[in-house]
């Protein structure tokens, strides 16, 4: 009869193998007793991690095509950065159809994979080197991928407040989904911080600021040189101040970059989950539910009037917010399009004809997605039009 208790005491939770271990011998039940729970602690819990062996193993083979995809940015062809630009996507993927095991086996796979091929690539010369290659991108690409695509599937019962992973079995019943609000909100914050990242390191990298800039700027001018010495520049602007205007618009775009990066291959990841009948939610409005909060429009506004006033580091970190807000609300801006559009006899050709335009003309055309979004935040169009709409009742705003 104790046999039987200690063991089944063992396969709940294991506090009697743990109270057992730490028992002295006079008080605690005999030898062969305490041998048997043991033994039967061990092997259920290394059948509880057995059973990740596959999730973790799926993680491996996702981190491991992330990583090759990141790699092929040092080929330097158009073609190979928009393959290195879809390194996120595996690491999603396995977040949005295995869970969190999966995706955090993919960015630890990923980093160790990165490092290898970046130590062979320079010929097993510095290892330091490597590793910080592998740090680099799990810091910049595998941990947003993650948290991001993490957020995307949390979900919580009516009324109550602990958010918990999706799981299938969940996905049958009435629950609230992490609305998409949130996940834009943290993907613009951690771009932002992407960009300053870069910019201070950079600074910190060539001994200040100005040094920095004068660097980078006076290295690329050669590069320049070539491109434009037959074109005709406006008055007032030579090859080194655009060299400069590039320099200081690179942590910007990077920034922007790095949001449209994230946040379309969290798209395309769910596309394919969903395809593969493992998603484990509804899938969302995205035209009706992306929007950002009001406190976001007055971040834009005050970072894009103050950031070309403010000089040094410390404009360059505004512009790099308003850069990253400003990516976000045109995200908002073409959601607000799909939706408003929606009835429309035309809606199809109208927006094919929109995507050639961003695709054609698309500083104009992004700048007009932005002011699509300013707008839609500010008077919140798509609100006004559902409350038009028999029956429908508009998504509620979260300031």
Request: charged share 15%; aromatic share 10%.
């Amino acid at each position: 009869m104790d046999l039987f208790y200690g063991m089944s005491a063992a396969k709940k939770n294991g506090r009697t193998a743990r109270a057992l271990r730490a028992a002295p011998p006079e008080n605690g039940p005999p030898p062969f007793v305490r041998e048997k729970v043991m033994k039967f602690y061990n092997v259920t819990r290394l059948r509880r991690l057995l059973k990740f062996a596959p999730t973790a193993g799926i993680g491996i083979g996702a981190g491991a095509a992330a990583a090759i995809l990141f790699a092929l940015a040092g080929r330097g062809t158009p073609f190979a950065a928009v393959l290195a630009n879809l390194s996120p996507l595996p690491i999603m993927i396995a977040m949005l159809g295995f869970g969190l095991a999966a995706s955090a086996a993919a960015v630890v796979s990923a980093a160790l994979t990165i490092g290898v091929l970046f130590y062979a690539q320079q010929k097993y010369g510095n290892l330091d080197a490597a590793a910080f290659a592998g740090l680099t991108f799990s810091f910049f690409i595998g941990l947003p991928a993650l948290w991001l695509s993490l957020l995307s599937i949390l979900s919580r019962a009516k009324g109550s407040e602990k958010w918990v992973v999706t799981t299938k079995v969940g996905s049958f019943f009435t629950r609230e989904y992490c609305p998409l609000e949130r996940v834009i909100s943290y993907g613009t914050s951690i771009s932002a911080t992407i960009g300053v990242a870069i910019a201070v390191s950079t600074g910190m990298l060539y001994g200040g600021f100005e040094h920095a800039i004068d660097k980078l700027s006076g290295e690329l001018v050669p590069f320049l040189e070539p491109m434009l010495g037959r074109v005709k520049l406006p008055a007032g602007i030579d090859v080194p101040y655009l060299a400069r205007t590039l320099v200081l618009a690179a942590a910007p775009a990077a920034a922007a970059g790095s949001l449209m990066m994230m946040m379309l291959n969290l798209w395309f990841a769910g596309r394919v989950v969903k395809l593969s009948g493992q998603l484990p939610r509804p899938w969302p409005d995205v035209a009706n539910e992306l929007r950002l909060p009001l406190n976001y429009l007055l971040v834009f506004g005050v970072a894009a009037i103050a950031g070309p006033l403010v000089g040094g580091i410390a404009g360059l970190i505004v512009i790099i917010i308003a850069a990253t807000v400003g990516t976000a609300l045109a995200f908002v801006g073409l959601a607000a399009a799909h939706s408003l559009s929606r009835g429309l006899s035309f809606r199809l050709p109208l927006l094919v004809l929109l995507y050639l335009l961003l695709i054609i003309t698309w500083p104009v055309s992004v700048l007009a997605c932005l002011l699509t979004g300013v707008l839609e935040t500010a008077f919140s169009f798509r609100d006004r039009k559902a409350r038009t709409a028999p029956g429908k009742l508009p998504p509620q705003r979260k300031d």
